[in-house]
């Protein structure tokens, strides 16, 4: 039976600190890969805790593919690939989180209605106003007006990395941080700076908007297809990339997180040559609904070979082109030999106002307040479809990742009327199979959809239309 001492958990919660002690004994191996984990019940009656607190300490264990689930025979610890992973980042990831920020490209192909301003939006919009008159009378002109660095103002990198430290797991030096005008200058900025000859690897299905780009860069790109913890590895092997741009922590459009083992298998892919790298885009993983939220990939790479990359245009606005990069001390070097050059994109005052959000907590509070939204809509949807499709023709997977989920519909059975009802209720969602690149590779199963939806487009109001169009008396699920 596992023994802890439950007296030295600090601040941490109950079930966070169970969580860490199982999880730094996988990855150190004093809990083999296979072996049985107590019961939740013998469990916690050993440590004299609630078994609620074992469910939530194995759910997060489960989530993040440290341990796997047997029907009938209870929770086994996953085999881990060996990888140069920092030995203390388990230790320090996210012991105190605070409710994280998060930030999403600026429409990864969605089509227009999703431009539409949600709740979330003009919340934002007013604490962005809010922000900038603060700004513009009390802060030093000197440091507003003046143009900031090509790397962005040492105030908002060092305002990055204590957020990035508390909801990420990361311990970031401000001096790595390079703040830009959107994910997508960034993008061609590390182009820039890994080079043109490299080959691009990006995941399909994904943002085909990444590929356009690196095409439009004159690079050479891979798509690779995936499984059910990942990029697919021997698909990687096959490709010859040089350069892996990936969504670990909830891939767009599948929802799907990428498992512990596959992401030790990627490091180890990346520090097997010297120039191979992971392009980490963290867009909204920090939101993840239930439990704690997925450390980043770039927390546990010690052969810094991560490049990590995130934007707050969800959170606030793809409006304000506020997003950032963490590069690696040896491409931190190389940038500021070759691309130091380079006039800062965002405006100081933009910076400044940034920062000010950041450093006050109202943006932590702010991106509490969409949690909560986000929450309310997701419970919302999974009780209707429970409703309309009792024997599961249609079902919501990855739910719990971030701001949006799939859901899955059988197009035989009536499952194919979800999508119809969506349409009817001016719900926007995005087909899946319209995010292959590669039509000949992985797709979606003939005879189901799978389509994305935005938990920010479900308001209380249009759910009630949805539920209406699903189980109201006019309703015909076989048109």
Not at 136 to 162: K, V
Not at 186 to 215: C, H, N, S
Not at 257 to 283: C, H, K, M, N
Not at 315 to 344: I, K, N, T
């Amino acid at each position: 039976m596992l023994d802890y001492n439950l007296e030295q958990r600090g601040g941490a919660s109950l079930y966070e600190y169970v969580y860490q002690q199982i999880r730094d004994d996988i990855v150190a191996g004093r809990i083999a890969a296979g072996e049985h984990l107590p019961s939740k019940r013998a469990f916690a009656s050993h440590l004299g805790i609630s078994v609620i607190t074992i469910e939530n300490a194995y759910s997060q264990l489960l989530a993040e593919g440290y341990i796997c689930s047997k029907p009938r025979r209870g929770y086994y610890a996953c085999e881990l690939p060996e990888a140069p992973v920092l030995a203390s980042a388990a230790e320090d990831a996210d012991r105190d989180a605070a409710p994280a920020s998060f930030g999403v490209h600026d429409s990864y192909g969605q089509p227009e209605q999703f431009a539409a301003l949600s709740p979330s939006a003009l919340e934002a919009a007013r604490l962005w106003q809010s922000a900038l008159r603060a700004t513009l009378t009390s802060e030093d002109e000197r440091e507003i007006f003046s143009p900031a660095p090509a790397q962005g103002t040492a105030r908002l990198r060092r305002a990055i990395a204590h957020h990035l430290r508390g909801t990420r797991g990361m311990n970031v030096n401000p001096d790595n941080i390079v703040i830009g005008a959107g994910a997508q200058l960034l993008d061609t900025m590390l182009v820039q700076l890994l080079g043109t000859d490299k080959i691009y690897a990006v995941e399909d299905p994904g943002y085909l908007r990444l590929t356009r780009i690196y095409q439009a860069m004159g690079c050479k790109v891979r798509h690779i297809p995936l499984d059910g913890e990942g990029v697919n590895l021997g698909e990687l092997l096959d490709a010859g990339a040089d350069v892996l741009h990936l969504m670990p922590s909830h891939q767009y459009p599948t929802g799907l997180v990428t498992s512990i083992a596959r992401r030790y298998a990627l490091l180890s892919w990346a520090a097997e040559q010297p120039g191979r790298y992971l392009i980490e885009d963290d867009f909204d993983c920090e939101f993840r609904l239930a439990g704690k939220p997925i450390p980043a990939l770039a927390s546990i790479d010690a052969a810094q070979s991560v490049i990590y990359t995130n934007t707050f245009s969800k959170s606030l606005s793809s409006a304000l082109r506020l997003a950032y990069m963490v590069l690696p001390d040896e491409l931190m070097d190389r940038f500021r030999r070759e691309l130091g050059f380079y006039a800062s994109s965002v405006s100081s005052v933009d910076q400044v106002a940034l920062a000010r959000l950041l450093e006050s907590g109202d943006y932590e509070r702010h991106v509490n307040r969409v949690r909560v939204r986000a929450r309310e809509a997701r419970d919302g949807l999974a009780a209707i479809v429970r409703k309309a499709f009792p024997t599961g023709e249609v079902s919501i997977e990855h739910a719990d990742a971030g701001l949006y989920c799939t859901v899955v519909a059988e197009c035989e059975a009536g499952g194919s009327s979800f999508a119809r009802a969506l349409m009817h209720s001016s719900i926007p969602f995005i087909d899946i199979s319209d995010c292959f690149w590669c039509t000949d590779g992985a797709s979606v199963p003939e005879n189901s959809t799978q389509i994305l939806v935005q938990y920010d487009d479900l308001s209380p109001k249009v759910l009630k239309t949805l539920e209406l169009q699903l189980t109201g008396p006019l309703c015909n699920l076989s048109e």
